[in-house]
């Protein structure tokens, strides 16, 4: 019997649906030809559920999703729900509760897509970024008090533990080495302010270099200098391990020099237990059920959950179907609306790829 994956599916707000059906296209006839199966699990949280019963992610749905074997997301946010709701009360307690602690973002320049930067090829942008995706800022400790008055006082607090920082690194490594393109791991951060926490992912990055990863070439940049080097020179980089802030501000320059929200895709993983994938593209509420949304996030987002599952030849599969649709040159831009086609008729393009 073909080997069965469960599948959690939330289809989210706005164009999210739309994008994952594509995706889930792609994935059927993927799937046929390597001899696997998909079993999809339909869960309807987002706005709209919100907005009814005031329930984000309840925790009978952690519960059920630590039995699934993935989490295929397509996207949180509308505008009739106060920022900050949804973001915490699905996507990071997701994250956090699941303790998906790697947040992985291939950035990749494919053929015919359009980079803001000038004189920048496919062959130029080709990296990976690693967020460190369950600890800083983002874990919210601090608080604020004399709410309101001239005085108020608010903190926030970035707090890392070694453990913590070790398990990002060794992942970071690994990864490097599975890539073995240029064998380059380079931290960023801000150690020259950062003293405490700076030192100690410095410290982690290269005592775990000198002792196992001595075919890895260790390199550190600044966070503001690497904003710069992402527009100069993005070639430099191969694969980038970073905390949680500076991640999730880099990744975005990141996804707008490989095509932008459309092409850009990411994974929330633990790699012991259950990971989540998706566009990294927002909910784009004015172009719901229009089919102009652009799926290839979303379609890219389905190729990495396939190779975490360990299908990575099928993962693989996905990936040059995408580069096979794009070099067709039919598809004419990457932003909604201006594709030239409709989101349907991009997921049909690169299906047809498959076969
Ligand atoms: C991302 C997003 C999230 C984050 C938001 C929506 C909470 O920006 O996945 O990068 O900050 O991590
Ligand atoms: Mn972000």
Known sequence: MAKT????????????????????????????????????????????????TGETLPDSAIEEFRKQDAIYLGAIGHPDVKPGILELGILLKARFKLDQYINLRPVKLFPNVETPLKDKKPEDIDF????????????????????????????QVMTYSRPIVDRCMKYAYDLTRKRNKKKMLTLVHKSNVLTHCGDLW??????????????????????????????????????????????????????????????????????????????????????????????????????????????????????????????????????AGRMGMGTREVGDLITSFIK
């Open 5 to 52: 994956y469960n599948i959690a599916q939330v289809g989210g707000d706005g164009t999210g649906p739309e994008v994952l059906a594509e995706g889930i296209k792609v994935i059927g006839e993927v799937q046929k030809k390597y001899g696997f199966k998909l079993n999809y699990t339909k869960y309807d949280f987002g706005a709209e559920r919100y907005l009814k």
């Open 128 to 155: 990976v970024v690693i967020r460190e995706n369950s600890g800083g800022i983002y874990t919210g400790i601090g608080g604020a008090t004399m709410v309101g008055t001239q005085n108020e006082i608010a903190t």
């Open 202 to 335: 410095v410290r982690a990055h290269k005592e775990m270099g000198d002792r196992d990863y001595k075919d890895i070439k260790q390199d550190y940049n600044h966070v503001d200098a690497t904003t710069m080097w992402f527009v100069k020179q993005p070639e430099y980089y191969d694969v980038i391990v970073t905390e949680n802030l500076f991640g999730d501000i880099i990744t975005d320059l990141a996804a707008i020099i490989q095509g932008g929200l459309g092409v850009a895709a990411g994974g929330n993983l633990n790699p012991e237990g259950v990971s989540m994938f998706e566009p990294m593209g927002g909910s784009a509420p004015k172009y719901t059920g229009k089919n102009v949304i652009n799926p290839i996030a979303a379609i890219m987002a389905g190729g990495m959950m396939l190779d975490s599952l360990g299908e990575e030849k099928a993962g693989q599969a996905v990936e040059k179907a995408v580069v096979a649709a794009l070099t067709t040159g039919k598809i004419k831009s990457m932003a």
